[in-house]
């Protein structure tokens, strides 16, 4: 081992010193100590992808990637030798293989975007993009050997949301007709910060965010005319729950679901785990019909309250489980155009909820409605499940034709990203 150690060291410094004939006639020895050996073997299909040998290259660096599977940097140098190949496709999966080795793996992102680009693809591409810049170290402190690559990017990203405006604003430029000043006002700024122009400056919306409403972590129940008689329904609804708990457990489904190579920040621990399920009965805007079917009081009870109604988006609707000894970290919602209610139906006790500042109890019965755009968490310390029924409402805030406003905008953009 130790021979091998010294090998490495002399390649390196040879590399280091622009020596590579000598470097490649020393990593040739460690692969005569070791033919497994992943940095020997990575480094000669360097050299030979140097000497235009692609063949050579693609198998040193395969048999590197056979021995170092998990290693990012191998993965994109066999991709950048299949694209020297002409094999897009190929290319592409090693791009792909590589971020799912680690999806923050900067110049995998980069590398996607411009093969993305160059294909004529400049809306995925300058998602990609995006997700680079945020990766990145500040620009003070970008890696020399990317800093091209990187304010390629920006530009790319910064032409995405020019098109972006001019898009929003030809599709809402209608609605502007029914609005007052102020409201008008609230719609360009919500506009620009749509296509990425401007950014929030109170709550946190991933999707849509209505810039000017008032960050009120939680609502009054008292100004809701339905929360009343959807409070009088808890123990029709509590039984439907316990049924399907006992009898459709397959309808219940991991609420985190992200693919492989998703940056996951917080949502790695609840990624694809049942510690946090949820059984729909309105998915995205749409019914899941057999759902309510199984749960015909509740979906009486939801009917009457009125939901918020996005397109693509909105009514969600759906019992919410959190298993004994479960944290959903801090986080932030979709949109702030709509208020999240939860009607608690089992809660024992140590189960905690947060929303901004304000921590509070579920207690069974008694509804909280709170803007989720504000950073939330939840907890449940105790050794039970603990399960609330989830909704969407329209955010009291919002008048008729800003609740139209959010609709437009809304499609416009599935309208805008379904042309990627």
Known sequence: MSDIQTLVAAATSAVNQGRWDQAEAVWAQVLALDPRHPQALYSLGVHAFKRGQLGQALHSLQAAHASAPGDPAVLLAISVVLREQGDDGGELRAIEAA???DPYFLPALLAKAAHLEARGLPKPAAAVYRNALKAAPPEPHWPPALRS??????????????ELANFLSARTDAGFNALTPSEAERWREAIAIQSGQSQPYRSVSSQQYVPRLPAIPFYERSAFAWVEALEAR?????????????????????????????????????????RWSSYFLWNNGQPVTEHLERCPETAKALAAVGLADIAGQCPNA?????????????????????????????????????????????NVGETLIFDDSIEHEARNDSAELRVVMIFDVWNPLLSPAERGMVKTMSAAMREFQGRA
Not at 149 to 161: I, K, N
Not at 318 to 328: D, G, K
Request: proline share 8%.
């Open 99 to 101: 971020l799912a080795a």
């Open 318 to 362: 759906m019992f919410s489980v959190l298993a004994p000894h479960t944290h959903i970290p801090p986080h932030h919602g979709e949109t702030n155009a709509r208020l999240v209610v939860h009607l608690p139906l089992i809660v024992p006790d140590k189960c905690t909820y947060r929303v901004g500042f304000e921590h509070r109890r579920w």
């Open 234 to 274: 808890t123990e029709a609804i509590t039984a439907e729950l316990r049924a399907v708990l006992d009898q459709h457990q397959a309808g219940f489904q991991p609420y985190v679901a992200y693919q492989p190579g998703t940056p996951l920040n917080q949502w790695q621990e609840l990624n694809h785990s049942k």
């Open 149 to 162: 690559q990187l304010l390629l990017g920006r530009a790319c990203v910064e032409r995405h949301s020019a």
